[in-house]
């Protein structure tokens, strides 16, 4: 009887001090760019304070070579994405969406060939990008962002990006295509200028992909299996690019110029839209 009593007195005063705080209250207060990381509340006291911009990070679950982990660009535009709402102040991150189109299922073609590799159709993909569009829009967020590290994605973000603002340009809302994070970032320009010498830097699962890797995640890059033999046999690696000179100092610097293109990118079309 006595320990009924006690579990009964427990439970009562848990579910007193559970209804007694204030509504909203209770949770640790976080400094966090990424949606996943909040509560609701949260992320409307930050879009009521001024955090309009919400990116919305596209990645792949892509094979790249034998010498990284299939999640490459899901790392990276995690970091780049958070990065890029950090320097711009009032924006927020939507989940990295890692499943891209990476080509024909079957028979299979590209990166499709090797095991691992995960693709989805070009619709299909639109379609999810329009929805988490549509879903950030509701929340009240103006201006989104897409922003992909990998160039299957460019195409199906161009063309919802296009689509939704056109639908929505007299509620004042927008969407960006940040097509430049990953094809106007000068990074090749930078290599070239640094005297590294090693041939098309941004090849696949080379130079570039693999630097910046080993800045985000290291423990994704092995080291014994990369190397210059990549870009000659792709059918049997994988890879098209040379990692040989690959490093993470370079991958932070290589990183910094997509980081800097979007941000310019996404506070210019901020300005035009004032």
């Given at each position: 009887?006595?320990?009924?009593f006690?579990?009964?007195?427990?439970?009562?005063m848990?579910?007193?001090?559970?209804?007694?705080?204030?509504?909203g209250?209770g949770?640790?207060?976080?400094?966090?760019?990424?949606?996943?990381?909040?509560?609701?509340?949260?992320?409307?006291?930050?879009?009521?304070?001024?955090?309009?911009?919400?990116?919305?990070?596209?990645?792949?679950?892509e094979?790249?070579?034998?010498?990284?982990?299939i999640?490459k660009h899901?790392y990276?535009?995690?970091?780049?994405?958070?990065e890029?709402?950090?320097?711009?102040?009032?924006?927020?991150?939507?989940?990295?969406?890692?499943?891209?189109?990476?080509?024909?299922?079957?028979?299979?073609?590209?990166?499709?060939?090797?095991?691992?590799?995960?693709?989805?159709?070009?619709?299909?993909?639109?379609?999810?990008?329009?929805d988490?569009?549509?879903?950030?829009?509701?929340?009240?967020?103006?201006?989104?962002?897409?922003?992909?590290?990998?160039?299957?994605?460019?195409?199906?973000?161009?063309?919802?990006?296009?689509?939704?603002?056109?639908?929505?340009?007299?509620?004042?809302v927008?969407?960006l295509?940040v097509?430049?994070?990953?094809?106007?970032?000068?990074?090749d320009?930078?290599?070239?200028?640094m005297g590294?010498?090693?041939?098309?830097?941004?090849?696949?699962?080379?130079?570039?992909?693999?630097?910046?890797?080993m800045?985000?995640h290291?423990?994704?890059?092995?080291?014994?299996?990369?190397?210059?033999?990549?870009e000659?046999?792709?059918?049997s690696?994988?890879?098209?690019?040379?990692?040989?000179l690959?490093?993470?100092?370079?991958?932070?610097?290589?990183?910094?110029?997509?980081?800097?293109?979007?941000?310019?990118?996404?506070?210019?079309?901020?300005?035009?839209?004032?």
């Amino acid at each position: 009887m006595k320990r009924l009593f006690t579990f009964a007195a427990i439970f009562v005063m848990v579910a007193h001090g559970a209804h007694s705080a204030p509504f909203g209250e209770g949770i640790p207060v976080t400094n966090s760019v990424f949606i996943e990381d909040l509560t609701w509340v949260q992320v409307r006291d930050r879009i009521q304070s001024g955090s309009s911009i919400a990116i919305i990070p596209t990645g792949g679950t892509e094979q790249n070579g034998p010498h990284m982990v299939i999640g490459k660009h899901n790392y990276i535009v995690h970091y780049t994405a958070g990065e890029i709402a950090r320097k711009l102040g009032n924006a927020l991150v939507a989940p990295v969406m890692s499943y891209v189109p990476e080509g024909r299922i079957s028979p299979p073609e590209g990166h499709m060939q090797f095991p691992g590799t995960i693709s989805v159709r070009a619709g299909t993909y639109e379609m999810l990008l329009e929805d988490a569009a549509r879903s950030l829009k509701q929340a009240g967020f103006k201006t989104i962002c897409f922003i992909g590290d990998s160039g299957g994605n460019q195409q199906g973000q161009q063309s919802v990006a296009t689509r939704l603002t056109d639908e929505w340009r007299s509620e004042g809302v927008r969407v960006l295509h940040v097509g430049n994070y990953y094809s106007g970032n000068s990074q090749d320009r930078w290599v070239e200028s640094m005297g590294i010498k090693v041939i098309d830097p941004s090849n696949h699962a080379g130079f570039a992909d693999t630097s910046e890797l080993m800045a985000v995640h290291a423990a994704g890059v092995n080291d014994n299996q990369r190397g210059a033999r990549a870009e000659r046999d792709y059918t049997s690696t994988g890879a098209m690019g040379d990692s040989t000179l690959s490093s993470a100092k370079y991958g932070q610097k290589l990183l910094n110029l997509k980081i800097e293109t979007a941000v310019e990118k996404i506070q210019n079309a901020s300005a035009s839209a004032r």
